[in-house]
Every structure is written in C-alpha cells, then in structure tokens.
C-alpha cells in the first residue's frame, strides 16, 4: 500500500525511492549529452572536456598525497608519463637515422664521437646530483632553505669549475682517446670521429649544468620539467638533419643535438629561476654540509667513471669485430633503454628526494616497507616485459629499423642483440633503487666496491661471450653484469646496516 507524504517530502515506499533514482539518472544522462554535443546553453564540448580532466587532475592529487609511498607513486608516474612522451621524438628519429645513415660508417663515428662527452657528463653531473641530494634534502629539513640554497649554488659553482677544466683537458687529450675506443677504424672514419668529438665538446658544460638544475627541481619534488625537457633534443636535432642534412651530412645532426642541449639547459634555468634559485653561482664557504656533499660525491664519481667504463669497453671491442658493429650494438639497446627509463629512471629520479628525506627524519620502518613493497612492484612488471621484448625482438626490429640503408642482415644481428640487453631489466630496475637507498644513506663506497667487480666481470664475459655470439655476446655479458651488481649492492648494503645497527647508528632494515 502506498505510504501518504507532505509535498517537497522525500518517496518513502521502496519503488518510489527506485523511481526516484531512475529519473535523477535520465536527467543527469541527458545533460550531459547536451553539454557534450553543444545542445545546451550553459556549456559546450569544451567546456565539459576542461571539466572532466580538472576533476580528474584533482583525483589524481588526492590519490598521490598523505602517505610517503604513495608521493612516491605519483612522482614515479609523473616521471613516467614524460619520458614518455620524450621518447616520442626518440621513436621518431631512430627510424629517420636508420634510413638516413643505416649501420654505416658514418653512424659508427657518430657514437664514438658522442660516448666521452655523454659518460663524462654521466660520470660527473650525474654523481654530483647524486651526492648533493641528500644532503641538500638534509639541510632543508633540519637547518631549513635559506641554507639549502647557500649549499646549492656554492656546489654549483663547484660543478661548474670541474667541468670547465674536464671540457678544456678532453679538448687537448680526447682526440687522443678516439683511436682505443675505435680500434679498428680506418683513417677516414677516425678523423671523421675527432671532428665530431670537438662539435659535441661544449656538451660538457651544457648539459652539466642541466643535469644539476634537474636534480634540484627533483629535490623539490618539481618532477615534470626534468623529465619532459630531454624530449626537445630529438626534434631539433632531426630538424637540422631535415633542413641541412643533404649539404652537411652527419654534422647537421651534431650540430642540432648541441642545440637541443642548449635549449633543454634553458628551459630547466628559467623553470628554477621561478622557484627562487639564483643562476648564478656564489662561494659561501666550505661549510660541513657542503663538505658532507663533496664526500658523497666522491666515491659515487669513481665508481661512476668504472661502471659507466663498461661502455667504452663494449664499443672498443664491438669495433674490433668489424665495421657497422658500433651502430648494431647501439640500435639494439634503444628499445630497450625506452623501458629501462620507463621502469627503472623514474622510480629511481622519484625515490632519492623521498628515501632522503625518510632518513633524515629517522623514518626507518617507513624506509623498510617501501623499499620491500618497490622491489617486489619491478619484478612482477619487468618480468613479463622482459619475457615479451626476448620472444619478440626480431619483428619489433624490422618494424622499427629496416627501411633505407638498413637492410634484412641488419635486423638479424640488431634482434639478438636487443634480446639479450632485454634480460637485464629486471636486475637493472631493482638495482637502481638498491642504488638510491646507498646513496641516501650516502654509503658510496659499496658503489665503488661493486664498480670495480662489474668492470672485470664486464670485461671477462666480454670476451667469453663474443666468442660464441658475436656483438650480441656483449649485450649478454651486459645482462650478467647488472645481475651481478644487483647480488653484490643487496649484500653489501645488508651488511653495512647490519654493522651500524649493531653500533647503535642506523635504524632498521
């Protein structure tokens, strides 16, 4: 029997309250196929699109908020979505360059030409933001930003010095490099290799500079400008390929990655001036924060230079096999470097600033369960993409590459190649946070430890290999040496935490 009600009273029957629901359901149905067609009269389709991703945007910033594992995720995937869409110009170019110049002697000068400036940089901004970040995330923390600015551009000036005397003594020295590292090149491909070596020397300097402004942004937990501005290079670069490339050949595509350097440099300058940051450089003294920073910058720096070495050693003895084997190598490990920055660099840019600053804050069982809870996320999603990029290398090889002057025996050394580089995924994404939490607790000397043992074993399966695959035996030998380092960074660290538990220093892992 149906129940009476006063007007304006809410149904009180069950199928009143049913019937209620259903027409609130077809009103709101229709609105918003009015709002999105354009039919009414308050909105358009603009305005309901602006409107969905705003609602979405704030979502997304109360998911990623509160707890420190889930600032983590957020920033992790914030890295994530940027690179890739800075891959894009990557996708983009390495087919145009395979087309352009195949595996062909000039991409083989190219590269050599490019390693020392690009290990350089790795070896020695890369470290320096390594070993500033936890302390310039101490001294916010503790003394608070005033004095984590002074840290800043006093440490600044002091990368900006090493590098400029790293740039003038790699102009006088490094030509003399280029013959070891291209060891079996003829006359013609090494002169080719020293001029482009001295086009990509100001590469030093530049992007330096931008590799440290990056890692304050980062620092800050401003993660989306460092992580987009990589994409610019690509795209100019291919634009000086396109509009010169025909007169100037491969320098066009030197001369457009210096600029696209440049640019990237400015943007991350501009983007830090606004957060307050000065650009330039200032001495405020050798202070014990400062000192604090040169000596985790230190031995992360040696170990920096031998592991990052292992890639000398891979393309001076990919030379030794032959002409366009350097090009090979490199082709079969651009894929898989995509995944490595999509599964192991953002993680790994989004947990220093918060693994820092946990320590600095003596959260140590927060520490505990987020290391264990990120380490068992990268093996059940890098193992299936490593099983999927091993059984299917060779069609993802000829759909990417073989076009121009890359031909059929291309694709059938590059495919093995990228299949045994894919085997190092998972030991590389978990190593990299092993790596993070090291440096955090700023115990660089196990780095430098577990770089010594990677460069012999490097080299050793080097040769092992080689002998039974070819150039894809050094991509095998890559894949046991991150396997290698992974076992010996865990143990390692388990000891020294062990050690300094025992003493009363460190809290619990």
């Not at 029997?1 to 069950?14: C, D, H, L």
């Not at 070891?180 to 500079?209: D, H, M, Q, T, V």
């Not at 230190?298 to 990919?318: D, E, H, K, R, W």
Request: hydrophobic share 50%.
């Amino acid at each position: 029997m149906k129940q009476s009600r006063t007007p304006g009273s809410a149904p009180t029957t069950v199928g009143a309250r049913v019937d209620a629901v259903r027409g609130r359901t077809r009103r709101q149905r229709c609105r918003r196929s009015q709002v999105f067609s354009g039919e009414d009269g308050l909105g358009d389709r603009s305005e309901f699109i602006t409107t969905w991703f705003w609602r979405g945007w704030q979502r997304w910033r109360v998911l990623t908020r509160g707890s420190m594992n889930r600032r983590i995720f957020g920033a992790a995937v914030t890295v994530a979505l940027f690179t890739i869409l800075t891959r894009v110009g990557q996708v983009i170019r390495e087919p145009v360059l395979a087309a352009w110049f195949g595996a062909g002697a000039e991409m083989d000068a190219f590269l050599t030409a490019f390693l020392i400036p690009s290990l350089l940089i790795t070896v020695i901004a890369g470290s320096m933001s390594a070993g500033l970040i936890p302390a310039f995330v101490r001294v916010r923390e503790q003394v608070g930003l005033a004095a984590a600015h002074r840290l800043y551009s006093s440490a600044m000036l002091c990368g900006l010095g090493l590098l400029s005397a790293v740039t003038l003594l790699m102009g006088f020295f490094g030509p003399s490099l280029l013959p070891w590292i291209g060891y079996g090149f003829s006359a013609e491909k090494l002169e080719l290799s020293r001029r482009l070596f001295l086009i990509f020397l100001p590469i030093l300097i530049i992007n330096g500079l931008a590799t440290f402004w990056a890692a304050i942004l980062n620092a800050g937990e401003r993660f989306a400008l460092a992580a987009a501005v990589p994409g610019v290079t690509p795209f100019v670069a291919l634009a000086f390929l396109m509009v010169m490339g025909k007169g100037w050949g491969i320098y066009a595509l030197s001369v457009g990655t210096v600029m696209g350097f440049t640019i990237e440099a400015g943007l991350l300058a501009w983007n830090l001036r606004r957060q307050g940051y000065s650009l330039r450089p200032r001495w405020y003294g050798m202070d014990p924060s400062l000192r604090q920073a040169i000596a985790g910058f230190a031995p992360v720096m040696i170990g920096a230079f031998l592991m990052s070495s292992t890639s000398l050693v891979n393309q001076a003895m990919a030379a030794k096999l032959g002409s366009g084997n350097v090009a090979r190598l490199a082709y079969g490990n651009k894929v898989i470097s995509l995944a490595l920055n999509l599964a192991a660099m953002a993680l790994g840019t989004a947990v220093l600033p918060y693994f820092s600053t946990m320590i600095s804050r003596n959260n140590w069982s927060g520490l505990r369960h987020t290391l264990y809870r990120y380490l068992w996320l990268i093996f059940l999603t890098t193992v299936p993409m490593t099983v999927f990029l091993y059984f299917f290398s060779q069609p993802l090889t000829r759909i990417i590459f073989q076009r121009g002057a890359f031909t059929a025996e291309d694709t059938q050394v590059v495919s093995s190649v990228q299949a045994f580089y894919a085997l190092q995924i998972p030991f590389y994404s978990a190593g990299i946070l092993v790596v993070r939490l090291i440096s955090s607790l700023q115990m660089n000397q196990i780095l430098l430890w577990a770089a010594v043992v990677n460069l012999a074993v490097n080299i050793g399966l080097n040769y092992l290999f080689m002998r039974f695959f070819g150039v894809a035996g050094i991509a095998l030998s890559t894949a046991v040496v991150y396997l290698v380092s992974l076992s010996f960074c865990s143990t390692f660290l388990w000891l020294k935490v062990s050690m300094a538990r025992t003493e009363g220093g460190i809290g619990s892992l």
